[in-house]
């Protein structure tokens, strides 16, 4: 059977490099393989070839119905079983290949998690550092909950429910139960709330209009490329420094992720550069 590398004195069949492109085609939903995805493939093999030899020297169990679900969740993106099965064959890779390098990749990701994530503790005093060196960027946005009312262009009767809309607001009918009975927007099922959106979130045509109107205020119709709105304004939070009680758990946690990141990456690098690594490009 042909290998497209070897480390240490473990080889990488072609088959295992073609089950980890297969996944990452998925994954980036892309159906042609570029150079620079072969290498990626290749490399992430050869990470995982060197953290497996880590995790072997390790009781690390991994469960099996998350193998499955996993598997399962890779066929569901296909319309049939059928259609899966011949995408697996057509790549050349077997259900047992498959599932070996899902086990695989659990098993890796629980080493990880042992060894790296789990094991790092940040003091708070590194925190409290972190915190005041990097406040403007901890700057919470502005922010407006608001309700949404959507009248679709594609609608035929897209007028005259537009002048409905609008004699029901006129007349101070609630806002709520307007958006329940004639939006169009998904929101509808929730009285038309769309809870708290930020500059970026929606149209621009919106979010103008939103950010300048006042608590319980309603402005429409604003017409879009989609439609006719109407949006009434619940909430508003201006931009805002969190205090740090506020905000330090979240940042010990994220603070805790780098580091341990960074760990793995030093880790991975010591282990390549003790490694006997050939990797046969021509073959991928």
């Known amino acids: 059977m042909k290998h497209v590398a070897i480390v240490n004195n473990y080889k990488i069949y072609h088959n295992d490099f ?28 050869v990470d995982a070839c060197l953290l497996m030899e880590e995790s072997n020297k390790c009781d690390i169990q991994i469960d099996e119905h998350s193998v499955h679900f996993k598997f399962q969740e890779i066929q569901s993106h296909y319309e049939s079983h059928e259609d899966f099965i011949k995408d697996m064959a057509e790549s050349h890779i077997s259900v047992d290949t498959l599932l070996e390098n899902i086990g695989n990749g659990f098993r890796i990701k629980e080493y990880i998690k042992s060894r790296f994530l789990d094991s790092v503790d940040i003091k708070p005093e590194r925190i409290q550092e972190y915190y005041e060196g990097h406040k403007e960027q901890l700057q919470y946005p502005e922010r407006a909950r ?15 429910k537009l002048e409905e809309v609008s004699k029901k607001l006129y ?33 621009e045509e919106l979010e103008n209009v939103i950010f300048s ?44 992720k780098i580091a341990g990141e960074l760990e793995l990456l030093h880790h991975i690098r010591e282990l390549r550069n003790k490694a006997n690594i050939v990797i046969f490009y021509n073959e991928l």
């Open 18 to 45: 073609k089950a980890e492109l297969y996944q990452l085609l998925k994954e980036y939903n892309v159906e042609k393989p570029s150079k620079k995805l072969k290498e990626t493939a290749i490399n992430n093999l």
């Open 171 to 203: 007349e101070d009918e609630d806002f709520c139960d307007v958006a329940n009975n004639y939006s169009e927007c998904p929101s509808a099922k929730k009285n038309g709330d769309l809870g708290f959106i930020k500059r970026g979130d929606l149209l």
């Open 213 to 256: 109107m006042k608590k319980d205020q309603i402005a429409g119709p604003i017409p879009t490329d989609f439609g006719f709105h109407f949006v009434k304004l619940m909430e508003k939070e201006e931009k805002r420094i969190p205090s740090y009680d506020e905000i330090k758990d979240s940042l010990k946690k994220q603070l805790e």
């Open 146 to 160: 608001i309700c949404h009312i959507l009248i679709s262009n594609r609608d035929p009767h897209a007028l005259s």
